[in-house]
């Protein structure tokens, strides 16, 4: 067997024979980026592509019946995991929320403010997430809510004073007051231009966030996160088919969803899961 190469991002393994030609592709790459990039906005000139076809079964054989698509589908998520986002580890876990604050009064008497903390227990280890609702206020039927992460923290989404400061890792920010990895009451609302919160509670919505770091930190250490919840015994890093980050921020979604489904002013059964950028990648694989 070939020893493997850990490399780039989050969980890339190369063998070491390919890494001379890598290192020759990596050196063109950025000899064309140093060139003075022009973008293309005429649809015309984008080269023919042919996608594939969800109704194809991996052996060229074409669906007959409708009946067959959640075997399909079952195929196209075994590869989607296997290929692209790696699979989750099965192993037991337990799952508490506690409602740490309630303010039925919130944004000038608009809104109701909840913050959950979501404790994740297994193989001796504990992790910590924090959840923060918008509900608008009044509402008398179980309200439908966008459920989304944020880069930043969740006080970052709004200047509402009330929203506890993430203690997690956040990537430094001079510009957002972010210093040592720690988030500062200057951060505030930084991202408010990015989430209406107003508007969608006056349509009716409510609001879900989480901070993604308090799954995943964003960076290439898998020591920090979820991960080592479900390490074997003197693993240090996720297996080669097992989850990186992308599928761990996805876990963590589909637990906020959990705690949704027990949330007594929340239409459970609308609920639109959604992000930015790889929080999007994110939103997609949670989604499926």
Not at 41 to 70: C, F, H, I, K
Not at 147 to 159: E, T, V
Not at 197 to 216: K, S
């Amino acid at each position: 067997m070939q020893p493997l190469l850990a490399c780039c991002y989050k969980h890339i393994l190369l063998p070491m024979k390919t890494l001379y030609t890598v290192c020759c592709l990596l050196f063109l790459t950025a000899s064309v980026m140093a060139q003075k990039f022009t973008p293309n906005y005429d649809e015309s000139r984008v080269p023919a592509y042919t996608l594939p076809d969800p109704l194809v079964w991996e052996n060229g054989q074409r669906l007959s019946d409708p009946a067959d698509w959640p075997a399909r589908r079952a195929e196209i998520l075994e590869l989607f995991a296997t290929q692209v986002y790696g699979r989750v580890p099965q192993a037991p876990y337990q799952m508490k929320a506690k409602v740490r604050s309630v303010n039925p009064v919130a944004l000038n008497k608009t809104a109701i403010r909840k913050e959950v903390e979501l404790e994740f227990r297994a193989n001796g280890r504990k992790l910590k997430a924090q959840l923060l609702i918008y509900l608008p206020a009044g509402q008398v039927d179980r309200v439908p809510v966008f459920l989304a992460y944020n880069f930043y923290g969740n006080h970052s989404i709004h200047p509402d004073p009330k929203i506890s400061l993430t203690k997690s890792w956040v990537r430094n920010n001079e510009a957002l007051g972010i210093s040592a990895n720690r988030a500062t009451a200057a951060s505030r609302g930084a991202r408010a231009s990015r989430w209406p919160v107003e508007e969608i509670l006056a349509r009716g919505y409510g609001l879900a966030v989480m901070y993604y770091g308090d799954i995943d930190p964003d960076y290439d250490d898998f020591q920090n996160g979820i991960h080592p919840l479900f390490y074997a015994p003197g693993q240090q890093r996720p297996a080669p088919d097992e989850w990186g980050a992308i599928a761990a921020w996805a876990w963590g979604l589909s637990r906020a969803m959990d705690y949704l489904l027990t949330d007594r002013e929340v239409d459970a059964r609308r609920v639109a899961v959604m992000g930015h950028s790889r929080l999007g990648k994110t939103a997609l694989w949670a989604g499926a």
